[in-house]
């Protein structure tokens, strides 16, 4: 696990997502003034989470229209069935900085 | 007495059958759940069918759900079996192997056949149509055998097929009875995009041109001759003009068919009681429909079967959202939102190019429909402003500076 900047912490409005160019990618969300870290591709596609559509603490992918719980990750609607991988978040100063999991070994993913 | 539980069979193992057995338990029935198909796998997703290429053993099918979610449900799943016979008066199916199903309920996902062409030396074996796994297996063995491969068509599959076979190499011609291709789906500006995304990849187009005739050998299909007099070499032909609707069950029983499907009310309901039609079989109203039809996307087929399934389960819903369908071609994902009317007036946004484009359809001064290439996160903004009638502007929709999320989300907060 290492840490690294997504932005700084007025980058984003809420319902707002950015994709983070790690391997595999992330997304980070902004939800009632709070920001999450997920995996940022579909666990049924291959689309990015962050081109979704955020209605409240909800993400929307934009190919299938599978929709997750942004704060744990969760399947909330077909036809994804596997929930998202989630990262620790923490705010350092005026940085949003992200917790990516090491994922070398396990090239699954769904740990 | 005590009545005994309602028993439920889908003939269909598909998007739809599946969707209304899962709605059906989610929603708190009860009796028994039957789904039958002729189809021996574990019943698995079509869309991936043409957007790659599949060994013969079937191990690449991507399964709809996994074999546990149906026997933790009590779905009892019947592949390999062909529904024969639907007999009303006593509330059964009868199946190939004999077998007798008590079925209360019906619900007929039967799905669509591919049409095929109606020439001389059609039948070839190496002239074929994509609708299941086993289509997909042997269009496969012949893509991965090399080219020429001549496509029939430049529909959904036919261009999704020209675009699997160019990136393994093959060389590849799609010939399309009309000017431009997906004549249904998109006007001639977006087609345009595609045909120029395709010809970039090296696929010929021979548009406006219909097949006359193949010739070759009792066992191949050589050449592919044409209206306007060619001919091409082909080492397969893909035919991907149309499907046609498996009615035999539904005719035979007496349900209510017209040529293009089983007709349904706004719950899926046939003319029977407690007989159901789900998915593309189905010829339905639709608010993006200018009459009733059938609607050959997966998405409709997952909305509409799980629409049934929780109307058997007590609470009658009818699907709302807005007709949607995608294409993956080289990489990228063609959306389209909505159906265009012939009446629309159509709107480019500025920007475009073959690799990314999004252009929408004016009716009544809101959004008819939509389609883009490399704008997922704009299709799924539009998919709601369709939905919600929201009035728009031609010149914001044109303005690629606009953000189309925040003009919906500040629509949202003054209504």
């Given amino acids: 696990m290492h840490w690294i900047r997504a932005c700084s912490v007025d980058e984003l409005d809420d319902g707002d997502a950015l994709q983070l160019s790690t391997v595999p990618p992330v997304a980070i969300f902004k939800v009632d003034g709070e920001y999450y870290a997920l995996d940022d591709t579909c666990t049924h596609g291959q689309s990015s989470l962050a081109d979704g559509y955020v209605d409240g603490d909800q993400v929307e992918c934009a190919w299938h229209f599978a929709k997750f719980d942004i704060k744990s990750g969760a399947v909330l609607t077909p036809p994804a069935s596997i929930p998202l991988c989630t990262h620790k978040v923490r705010i350092d100063g005026e940085d949003v900085m992200v917790a990516i999991r090491d994922r070398a070994q396990s090239a699954s993913g769904a740990t | 007495m005590i009545p005994r539980e309602p028993s439920c069979t889908i003939v269909g193992a598909s998007a739809a059958g599946v969707s209304a057995a899962i709605e059906m338990r989610r929603g708190g029935f009860t009796g028994s759940v039957v789904i039958v198909d002729s189809d021996p796998h574990l019943p698995y997703e079509r869309p991936p069918l043409s957007k790659t290429l599949f060994g013969s053993a079937g191990q690449e099918l991507v399964p709809i759900y996994p074999t546990e979610t149906y026997s933790d449900l009590g779905i009892d799943l019947r592949v390999g079996q062909r529904a024969l016979e639907l007999d009303i008066a006593n ?67 036919g261009l999704e097929m ?4 160019r ?15 997906l004549s249904h789906s998109v006007g001639p500006v977006v087609a345009s995009f595609l045909i120029d995304l395709h010809r970039e990849q090296g696929v010929k187009f021979v548009l406006g041109a219909t097949v006359t005739e193949l010739t070759g050998t009792a066992h191949a299909a050589e050449q592919v001759w044409l209206s306007d007099g060619q001919g091409l070499d082909a080492s397969a032909i893909v035919v991907g003009v149309g499907a046609e609707p498996n009615l035999e069950l539904a005719r035979n029983a007496g349900v209510h068919t017209d040529p293009t499907g089983i007709v349904v009310d706004h719950l899926g309901q046939t003319n029977i009681p407690n007989v159901f039609a789900a998915g593309d079989v189905a010829v339905r109203e639709h608010s993006d429909l200018l009459r009733p039809s059938r609607i050959e996307h997966w998405d409709s087929s997952v909305r509409h079967g799980s629409a049934v399934g929780a109307t058997i389960a007590g609470s009658p819903t009818t699907v709302s959202e807005p007709i949607y369908a995608w294409s993956d071609q080289y990489g990228s994902t063609l959306q389209i939102v909505g159906r265009v009317h012939p009446t629309d007036q159509f709107v480019l946004r500025d920007g475009a190019n073959p690799a990314q484009f999004l252009g929408y359809w004016i009716r ?52």
């Avoid at chain 2, 496969?140 to 599959?157: D, H, M, W």
């Avoid at chain 2, 914001?396 to 907060?413: A, H, M, P, T």
């Fill in chain 2, 91 to 157: 509330r059964r199916v009868r199946t190939g192997d004999g077998e007798v199903i008590p079925s209360d309920i019906v619900v007929l996902a039967t799905g669509l056949a591919a049409r095929r062409l109606d020439v001389a030396g059609s039948v070839a074996p190496n002239v074929l149509t994509l609708r299941d796994a086993a289509d997909a297996q042997a269009l496969s063995l012949f893509v991965k055998s090399g080219g020429p491969l001549v496509i029939v068509g430049a529909g959904f599959i």
């Fill in chain 2, 167 to 181: 990136e393994h190499g093959v060389d590849v011609t799609v010939v399309e009875a009309s000017p431009y291709p």
């Fill in chain 2, 162 to 165: 020209a675009s699997v076979a």
């Fill in chain 2, 364 to 415: 009544d001064g809101r959004i008819g429909a939509a389609a883009g290439l490399g704008a997922s996160r704009e299709i799924a903004v539009l998919k709601r402003m369709i939905s919600q009638k929201l009035p728009v502007s031609p010149e914001e929709l044109r303005d690629r500076d606009v953000d189309l999320r925040r003009s919906i989300k500040s629509s949202r907060s003054v209504t």
